[in-house]
Structure formats: structure tokens, C-alpha cells
């Protein structure tokens, strides 16, 4: 059942029309987890007994930098994938969510920016998260911009693979700086060990906006892969009776 599955999720074809399918019920449900998350957060979520209002950017900067760990993880993992199986599927997803995983990592700096404007009196600092953080989205641009250099699909895919494979070991790195080096980056909050050191009035629209994201990431991710399997699977029979009943 799951092979058969997974079978037809590697068929463009396939993929193309349930991911057709798939996209509405996305944009919905973006929408209200976004509407959700936003509510709770800048209208119902109390001020914070230290930083005031203030402290409510990081319903979107926490977001965002999840993201920006969890998409590049995703298109290591799915490059991978596409350099072992040759999977052209994975490949397209793979370099469908660097441009996304960009934006989200470059959104979690600027609004880290200016959140700690007011924290600690400056716009930034060469502090470990920061650093890593920015090399991350370094990381991104460099996968994008070698994507955009070579021609050929197929190679293209490959180089990109394995520069996101390399580029792994910077995630970890990311998530326990502030654990291995004495930083000005508050510690871990909602995932520590024990229990959530957030109050649960702060916590709910942090993860409402959390599931936005992460809805906004696969509906946008969508798009972008069905544009680019129809540029690679154009000359096919059924792209060509696609466009010829438009």
C-alpha cells in the first residue's frame, strides 16, 4: 500500500494533478491558522512583565527561524533522496524550497534585528545564533545561485544536493549555540526537556502561527513545484494534452 503510494507520488503526472487538488485546502487553512495566530497574539496575549508589547515580534521571529532549519532540512533531505534514487520529484522539491527557506531565514534576521534593538541596544551582534543564522541564509543563496548557473536540470540538482548535504552540519550548530557558547540570545523556551518556560496565553499563538507557516511553506512550495515540473516534463504526452484542453 505505502509502495504503491510512494510510487505514484514519484509520477509528475500524479503528483501534479493531487497537488492541484491539495492546494485549496491549504490556502484555507493558512489563512485561518495565520488569522488565529495573529489574534491571540496582538490582541489577547498579555504584555510580557519585562519587555511590554514588544516581545510580540516573536510570534513571528520564532516561526521563522523554526522554518528556516526546518525547510533546509527538508531540501538536504530531499537532494539526497534525489541523488540516490534519482528521483525527479524530490529534486524539484529540493530547490523548490530554497527560495522559500531564504525568505524565512532572512524574515528571522531582520525581525531578530529589531527585536533586539530594544534588548540589548543594538541592531546586531556577532553573536553565535546570529552568526550561524546568517550563514545559513548564505547557505540558501549560494544553492539558488548555483541552481541558476548550470543548464542542465539533472546536474544542476546534483551540485545543489550535495552543497545542502554539506551545509547540514550547520543546523546543529544553529539550534545548540546558544547551549555550547555563552551568548546574548535567550535559551530554549517551548522545546526544553522539562516543560515550555512560555506561558500557555503566549504559547498558543506561537504554535498557531508555527502551523501558519508551515502551511504557507508546503502551499508555496506546491506552486513552485508544479511550474517546475512542467517546465522539466514539458515535451511529455501529457503535459502537451494539459495544455492543448486549456
Known amino acids: 500500500m505505502f509502495n504503491n503510494f510512494f510510487h505514484k507520488m514519484?509520477?509528475?503526472?500524479?503528483?501534479?494533478?493531487?497537488?492541484?487538488?491539495?492546494?485549496?485546502?491549504?490556502?484555507?487553512?493558512?489563512v485561518l491558522a495565520a488569522v488565529a495566530g495573529l489574534y491571540y497574539g496582538l490582541v489577547v496575549a498579555p504584555p510580557d512583565y519585562q519587555q511590554g508589547d514588544s516581545y510580540r515580534i516573536m510570534f513571528v521571529h520564532v516561526p521563522a527561524a523554526w522554518m528556516s532549519l526546518f525547510i533546509y532540512i527538508v531540501m538536504a533531505g530531499a537532494g539526497a533522496i534525489g541523488l540516490v534514487w534519482r528521483i525527479k520529484l524530490a529534486e524539484v522539491v529540493s530547490i523548490s524550497s530554497a527560495t522559500v527557506g531564504a525568505s524565512f531565514t532572512f524574515l528571522a534576521l531582520v525581525t531578530g534585528s529589531i527585536w533586539g534593538k530594544p534588548m540589548w541596544g543594538t541592531w546586531w551582534v556577532w553573536d553565535a545564533r546570529l552568526t550561524s543564522e546568517l550563514i545559513l541564509l548564505f547557505l540558501y543563496l549560494g544553492i539558488i545561485a548555483l541552481h541558476n548557473a548550470i543548464d542542465d536540470k539533472r546536474t544542476a540538482a546534483r551540485a545543489t544536493a550535495i552543497l545542502a548535504i554539506v551545509g547540514v552540519i550547520n543546523i546543529p550548530i544553529i539550534h545548540y549555540s546558544v547551549e555550547w557558547w555563552n551568548t546574548l540570545h535567550q535559551g530554549p523556551t517551548v522545546t526544553k526537556f522539562d516543560a515550555p518556560s512560555i506561558h500557555i496565553s503566549m504559547l498558543i499563538p506561537l504554535l498557531l502561527m508555527a502551523l501558519a507557516f508551515k502551511l504557507y511553506y508546503a502551499l508555496v512550495v506546491l506552486m513552485r513545484a508544479r511550474c517546475e515540473v512542467l517546465e522539466r516534463e514539458r515535451h511529455t504526452g501529457w503535459v502537451k494534452q494539459l495544455a492543448e484542453s486549456q
Open 10 to 30: 514519484a509520477s509528475p503526472k500524479y503528483f501534479y494533478r493531487i497537488s492541484g487538488q491539495l492546494l485549496p485546502w491549504l490556502a484555507v487553512a493558512f
